[in-house]
């Protein structure tokens, strides 16, 4: 049986990349069903349960999946690098927000500012503390703060997604600091 770890690990690269892996199709707006999910797992030697399941969507710290209200269907609420339409609503964000990266990006950042690269939006945070996350999985983490709020007055869109990350389509650099 694999961990909730390894669980994690799977349900991202299948319901944020790679449907096609386990031979299932995620609707327009990401969702699939549970029942279609877990049986194309089985299929694939990860046999794992609705309780599992359930729990690596709650325990997960980054609230990366959620249920719909019946626990029917299940998406990943953003990051993803296939086209979907996560049926977000525009908000107006912060004054500031946060990303967090490392020293060997600064330069490409600082001239070309943030850009989506093979995902559908950038990601941003609205504290300090999950922007560090995020910069130390690629190494000693840089926190930098992006003038939202000035972007959005010049008619820049804004999303917050189901766990509460940001996404915009990019960021100039003339609205990055460190």
């Given at each position: 049986?694999?961990?909730?770890?390894?669980?994690?690990?799977?349900?991202?690269?299948?319901?944020?990349?790679?449907?096609?892996?386990?031979?299932?199709?995620?609707?327009?707006?990401?969702?699939?069903?549970?029942?279609?999910?877990?049986?194309?797992?089985?299929?694939?030697?990860?046999?794992?349960?609705?309780?599992?399941?359930?729990e690596v969507v709650y325990?997960?710290?980054?609230?990366?999946?959620?249920?719909?209200?019946?626990?029917?269907?299940?998406?990943?609420?953003?990051?993803?690098?296939?086209?979907?339409?996560?049926?977000?609503?525009?908000?107006?964000?912060?004054?500031?927000?946060?990303?967090?990266?490392?020293?060997?990006?600064?330069?490409?950042?600082?001239?070309?500012?943030?850009?989506?690269?093979?995902?559908?939006?950038?990601?941003?945070?609205?504290?300090?503390?999950?922007?560090?996350?995020?910069?130390?999985?690629?190494?000693?983490?840089?926190?930098?703060?992006?003038?939202?709020?000035?972007?959005?007055?010049?008619?820049?869109?804004?999303?917050?997604?189901?766990?509460?990350?940001?996404?915009?389509?990019?960021?100039?650099?003339?609205?990055?600091?460190?």
């Open positions: 049986m694999p961990n909730l770890t390894h669980i994690s690990k799977l349900l991202s690269k299948i319901l944020r990349h790679q449907p096609d892996l386990i031979g299932i199709q995620l609707d327009e707006n990401s969702w699939v069903e549970v029942s279609t999910l877990l049986q194309n797992l089985a299929k694939h030697q990860t046999s794992i349960s609705f309780e599992q399941l359930k325990t997960n710290n980054k609230k990366r999946f959620s249920f719909n209200d019946d626990f029917s269907k299940i998406r990943a609420n953003q990051g993803h690098s296939i086209e979907v339409d996560l049926a977000l609503q525009t908000q107006i964000p912060p004054d500031i927000l946060y990303h967090g990266t490392v020293e060997k990006n600064l330069t490409s950042i600082f001239e070309k500012g943030l850009s989506k690269m093979n995902r559908q939006h950038v990601h941003l945070s609205a504290d300090t503390e999950t922007a560090q996350k995020v910069g130390m999985r690629h190494g000693k983490p840089i926190i930098l703060k992006i003038e939202s709020k000035k972007m959005y007055d010049q008619g820049y869109v804004f999303y917050l997604s189901e766990n509460h990350v940001w996404l915009i389509d990019s960021v100039p650099s003339e609205f990055i600091h460190l």
